[in-house]
């Protein structure tokens, strides 16, 4: 469940830190999240058949969700450094952000 927690904070976070314009993509881009999140939850098991992943496949789809989730969450702070119409601190978190999941992603894959 720890996961799921880290998706919370990380979308709690960019919503207090940043205010993307309310237009068609910044909405589908929400439904997406939500969607991946419902694949995650979908996908989680009790222990036991997670650690059976040759006959539960639960335990990929779980992580190929979690990678894709990290991949979107990237993608906002990608977009803010791209989009952002504030100030400079904003696209310089945004950049400091950037640089720091693709070190955690490349990591974690």
């Not at 205010?19 to 989680?44: C, K, S, T």
């Not at 991949?71 to 977009?79: E, G, I, K, P, S």
């Amino acid at each position: 469940y720890l996961a799921l927690v880290a998706i919370w904070i990380d979308k709690t976070i960019y919503d207090a830190r940043f205010a993307p314009a309310d237009n068609l993509y910044h909405r589908f881009l929400e439904v997406v999240h939500i969607l991946v999140l419902g694949f995650v939850v979908q996908h989680i098991r009790p222990l036991s058949m997670m650690q059976d992943t040759d006959n539960d496949p639960a335990t990929f789809c779980f992580t190929v969700a979690l990678a894709v989730e990290a991949m979107l969450t990237l993608n906002r702070y990608v977009d803010v450094k791209r989009n952002v119409k504030g100030g400079p601190e904003a696209k310089h978190d945004a950049a400091s952000d950037v640089r720091r999941r693709i070190v955690a992603l490349i990591v974690f894959s």
